[in-house]
């Protein structure tokens, strides 16, 4: 539960942060790390998934 509680609130702050750029009006920047924010976020919820998968299987086999 804790990893899920993690990765959504480092997507949240991803969020934020370009809220914040097109609030600002900085396109330039919003466009330099948007695909960079993209990827990443990807990587966090397929990381976050695989730990908890992981979790899960090593608690059904102790529990068996």
Same mark, same amino acid.
């Given at each position: 539960? $804790?990893?899920? @509680? /993690?990765? /959504?609130? /480092?997507? #949240? +702050? *991803?969020? !934020?942060?370009? !809220?914040?750029?097109? *609030?600002? #009006? &900085?396109? +330039? /920047? $919003? =466009? &330099? @790390?948007? #695909?960079?924010? @993209? ?8 990381? @976050? +998934?695989?730990? !908890?998968?992981?979790? $899960? #299987? =090593?608690?059904?086999?102790? !529990?068996?």
């Amino acid at each position: 539960m $804790l990893v899920i @509680t /993690a990765c /959504a609130i /480092a997507i #949240g +702050f *991803q969020v !934020n942060y370009s !809220n914040c750029i097109v *609030q600002v #009006g &900085d396109w +330039f /920047a $919003l =466009m &330099d @790390t948007s #695909g960079t924010s @993209t990827l990443l976020s990807i990587i966090l919820l397929i990381s @976050t +998934f695989v730990l !908890n998968g992981v979790s $899960l #299987g =090593m608690y059904y086999i102790k !529990n068996k």
